[in-house]
């Protein structure tokens, strides 16, 4: 099993609402990635989880809040979003380090309102 | 953390052989060089990687030059199905970031 599934495929919200972003692999991978990804842009590195503990944060802001309950789980729980913050989610996962195939999700396609 | 350059986009036709090439002139000792392929609202798809000379695999092949300032992913008798963004990345073990390059978009016709 080479997937990885992300849940909710599309997300509306309001700029007070709390929701999650969720993110499954049963690859046995240890480490697993956030990226967002704009309109007509390349996916902008989020969050990395290595052995289910937060490794990278490239200083997304706190309203962004990402979670690994185990090894094969993910998630992004939003909070108090902006409408620029609207955007394609995607999550992923590897075997290990950073420069290893990264297995890529279908993505949530957000939009904040 | 080595910057890379590409196209912006190429045209091909199908059935032809298309030859992507990235730059990475600052590329360091210990980086590969991957590539993936993204289809709209699908993430991306790991393509080939590659660290010298040329690999190569099932769907395309790389080739890396002695100096490995630059590297071309080729893409064998395209389709339209292969019509994409292809991405480059330059990446090493222990590296604290990843940066997708701005991709180069390919449109193949009939």
């Known amino acids: 099993d080479t997937e990885v599934t992300q849940t909710p495929k599309h997300l509306v919200m309001g700029m007070t609402n709390k929701k999650s972003l969720k993110c499954e692999q049963h690859?046995?991978?240890?480490?697993m990635y956030w990226y967002k990804q704009k309109a007509k842009k390349p996916p902008e590195l989020m969050f990395v989880?290595?052995?289910?503990?937060?490794?990278i944060n490239e200083s997304v802001p706190s309203r962004f809040s990402p979670e690994c309950p185990n090894s094969s789980l993910l998630n992004l729980h939003l909070h108090a979003l902006q409408p620029e913050d609207s955007a394609l989610y995607l999550c992923?996962?590897?075997?290990?380090?950073?420069?290893?195939?990264?297995?890529f999700g279908p993505g949530t396609r957000l939009l904040v309102l | 953390l080595a910057k890379t350059t590409q196209p912006i986009s190429m045209d091909s036709y199908e059935g032809q052989e298309v030859n992507i090439t990235c730059s990475h002139n600052?590329?360091?000792?210990?980086?590969?060089i991957t590539w993936y392929q993204q289809f709209p609202s699908q993430g991306p798809r790991f393509i080939i990687q590659?660290?010298?000379t040329k690999v190569t695999n099932e769907v395309a092949s790389l080739f890396i030059p002695a100096d490995r300032k630059s590297s071309t992913l080729s893409l064998p008798r395209v389709s339209l199905s292969d019509t994409a963004v292809y991405y480059c990345?330059?990446?090493?073990?222990?590296?604290?970031?990843?940066?997708f390059g701005k991709g180069t978009m390919l449109l193949v016709s009939p």
């Open positions: 990345l330059v990446v090493a073990p222990g590296y604290s970031t990843l940066t």
């Open positions: 989880y290595s052995y289910e503990k937060l490794s």
């Open positions: 992923a996962s590897s075997q290990g380090g950073i420069q290893e195939t990264q297995y």
């Open positions: 690859m046995g991978h240890r480490a």
């Open positions: 590659g660290y010298k």
């Open positions: 600052n590329i360091a000792t210990n980086d590969y």
